[in-house]
C-alpha cells in the first residue's frame, strides 16, 4: 500500500507539473495571442485612421472640385455678362443688360444696383432685381439713412460680404435684414469719371454658402460695370465736343458764308460805281478830247 501511495503521488506530482507545463504553455499562446491581438488592433486602428483621412480627403476634393466647378461657372456668366454690356455705349441701357439669369448662376437671385449722384447729394437706384416694390422703398430709405457707410465703401474700394471678418456685425446683419437675404456681397462701382456706386447681390437660400471665390467673381463684375459707365461717358463727352465742333463750324461757316456773300455785294457795288462814274465821265472827256484834237490840228490857229 506504501507503493501504491508512492505511486500515486509520483502520479500526483507529474500530472501537476504536466498541469503547469500546459498552463505555461496556455499563458505563452494567451500572451502571443494578446500581442497579435495588439497588433492587429493598430493596424485596425492605422487603417481607421488612414480611412478617415481618404474620406476627408476625398471630401476636401469633392469641395474643391464644386468650388470650381461653380467658379468656371461664374466665369463663363461673367464673360458673357460682359460681351452684352460692352454691346451698349449709353449709360442708361448698361444696368438694364443685366438679367436675372445671370445671377441665378452666379448663384443670387437679388441684385440693386446705386451710383452716388454728385449734384442731387444721394443714391440713385440704377438696377432692381428680385425685389418687390414695398421692398424697393425700404431698400432705398436705409440706403439713404446709411450713406455715409456706403460712401465709405466707395472710397475704400473694398468689397464686403456676409462672410467679412472686418464688416461690422451690426450692419451686416441691418443689410440682411433690410435687402432680406442670408447672404450677401456688396462691390463698388469705380469708374474713373462722373458718379460712383455699389453693386448689391443676394440670396435666400440657406444652402448657398459664399467664398472668396463669390466676392471676387463679383468684384469682377462690379468692375465690368464700372469700365461701361467709364467708356459710355467717355462716348458721350466726345460726341457730345463732336456735336459741339460741329455746331461751331456750322455757325463759322454761316458766319463766313454771310461775309462772303457781303464781299460780293461791295464788290458788286464798287463795279457798279466805277461803271457808272466811267460811263459818265467819258461824255464830257470825249467832247474834251475832240476840242483838244482841233486845237492840236491847229484849225483854230496856233497855240500859244
Known amino acids: 500500500s506504501e507503493n501504491l501511495i508512492n505511486i500515486l503521488g509520483l502520479a500526483g506530482f507529474l500530472t501537476i507539473i504536466s498541469l503547469a507545463i500546459v498552463l505555461a504553455y496556455k499563458m505563452e499562446r494567451i500572451k502571443q495571442l494578446r500581442a497579435a ?3 492587429l488592433q493598430r493596424s485596425l486602428d492605422e487603417m481607421d485612421e488612414q480611412a478617415k483621412l481618404i474620406v476627408r480627403t476625398d471630401m476636401e476634393l469633392n469641395k474643391t472640385q464644386e468650388e470650381l466647378d461653380k467658379k468656371i461657372i461664374g ?3 461673367i464673360q458673357r455678362l460682359s460681351r452684352v454690356i460692352s454691346t451698349t455705349l449709353e449709360e442708361n441701357q448698361i444696368f438694364k443688360m443685366i438679367e436675372p439669369v445671370y445671377l441665378e448662376e452666379l448663384g443670387f437671385e437679388k441684385a440693386c444696383a446705386f451710383l452716388w ?3 442731387d447729394k444721394k443714391f440713385v437706384l440704377a438696377i432692381n432685381i428680385g425685389n418687390l416694390e414695398d421692398e424697393v ?3 432705398k430709405s436705409s ?12 472710397k475704400s474700394e473694398k468689397t464686403i460680404s456676409s462672410i467679412s471678418p472686418t464688416t461690422d456685425i451690426g450692419f451686416k446683419e441691418k443689410i440682411k435684414r433690410v435687402f432680406k437675404v442670408e447672404s450677401f456681397i456688396i462691390s463698388p462701382i469705380l469708374p474713373k469719371e462722373g458718379d460712383k456706386g455699389f453693386f448689391f447681390v443676394g440670396t435666400l437660400n440657406l444652402d448657398t454658402l459664399i467664398n ?3 466676392e471676387e467673381l463679383i468684384t469682377i463684375l462690379a468692375n465690368q460695370l464700372g469700365q461701361a459707365l467709364e467708356n459710355a461717358r467717355l462716348f458721350e463727352g466726345t460726341w457730345r465736343a463732336q456735336q459741339n465742333l460741329e455746331k461751331r463750324v456750322e455757325e463759322r461757316t454761316r458766319d463766313l458764308t454771310a461775309a462772303m456773300n457781303e464781299l460780293k455785294n461791295i464788290s458788286s457795288r464798287k463795279t457798279d460805281f466805277v461803271s ?3 460811263h459818265e465821265l467819258r461824255t464830257p472827256l470825249t467832247s474834251i478830247k475832240g476840242y483838244a484834237s482841233i486845237l492840236l490840228a491847229g484849225k483854230l490857229g496856233d497855240l500859244p
Do not use: A, F, T, W
Not at 143 to 154: A, F, N
Open 137 to 139: 422703398e425700404s431698400i
Open 37 to 39: 491581438v495588439n497588433k
Open 117 to 119: 449722384s454728385q449734384i
Open 143 to 154: 440706403v439713404e439713412q446709411d450713406k455715409d457707410r456706403y460712401l465709405e465703401l466707395i
Open 276 to 278: 457808272s462814274v466811267s
Open 212 to 214: 472668396d471665390g463669390d
Open 75 to 77: 466665369l463663363y456668366s
